[in-house]
């Protein structure tokens, strides 16, 4: 089965500064590789996602890139801001209706005002 | 529109006790899922229901775990008895019809085993 692995486990980072979170995964057949944000008390909420046939994706501030040669992909923040204080997780799966997600381990990230 | 819902938001038990979870997908959401999330680990899939049937349930430990999904709305997750390990936030989530890139998920039920 899939196994996906994340990277750091922790990370802080001056508010304005980036913050980039890389995750890798096993199975070549996944195609569909979204990011979840989960606040405090909260379920996880989906903030972007990437399919196999691009290598990048932006949405304003958060980008998502994709190395399907290598298997590992990235969350990039830019110009961060403290309500982007979270837990990130990284998922991998195939895009197929009822196939399974299978998440990374998270990353907590703090914003250092 | 409103959201997954999910009660009890706490639960603390013992060991060996019973509990169960309840959950109340998005109007229309077919499919559903249970999620176990324990402390510093992503979300696990327990089971997915597929209107009122199972999609998959293999990593579900069927000798305590049981979920039903009787109406093909609103879902019961029950633990019986629970064990130390069980210790986690139980997440649900559902989507209109399977797609993995719309899963909507519910605040959780965390659970405290002692």
């Known amino acids: 089965g899939e196994n996906v692995e994340q990277h750091p486990s922790t990370l802080s980072v001056q508010e304005g500064d980036s913050a980039v979170i890389k995750c890798t995964y096993s199975?070549?057949?996944?195609?569909?590789f979204p990011w979840y944000k989960q606040e405090l008390g909260k379920g996880p909420q989906l903030i972007i996602d990437?399919?196999?046939?691009?290598g990048e994706k932006k949405d304003q501030r958060i980008a998502v890139t994709l190395n399907k040669t290598a298997k590992h992909f990235s969350l990039h923040i830019t110009e961060t801001q403290p309500e982007d204080s979270a837990v990130y997780f990284c998922?991998?799966?195939?895009?197929?209706?009822?196939?399974?997600?299978?998440f990374g381990t998270g990353t907590r990230l703090t914003i250092i005002p | 529109e409103a959201g997954v819902a999910q009660s009890p938001r706490y639960k603390i038990i013992e060991k060996r006790q019973s509990v169960a979870f309840w959950c109340n997908p998005i109007?229309?959401?077919?499919?559903l899922y249970w999620y176990q999330q324990i402390l510093g680990q992503g979300p696990k899939l327990l089971i997915q229901?597929?209107?009122?049937?199972?999609?998959?349930d293999s990593q579900l430990p069927k000798d305590r775990f049981s979920a039903e999904r009787l109406k093909g709305v609103d879902s019961t997750l029950k633990i019986q008895p629970a064990k130390l390990e069980d210790s986690a936030v139980y997440l649900c989530?559902?989507?209109?019809?399977?797609?993995?890139?719309?899963?909507?998920f519910g605040p959780g039920t965390r659970l405290t085993v002692t």
């Open positions: 989530a559902s989507s209109l019809d399977g797609q993995v890139w719309e899963q909507y």
């Open positions: 199975d070549s057949a996944s195609n569909y």
């Open positions: 990437i399919r196999s046939n691009v």
């Open positions: 998922a991998a799966s195939m895009d197929f209706g009822n196939e399974k997600l299978t």
């Open positions: 109007s229309g959401h077919a499919t």
């Open positions: 229901f597929q209107n009122n049937g199972v999609v998959d």
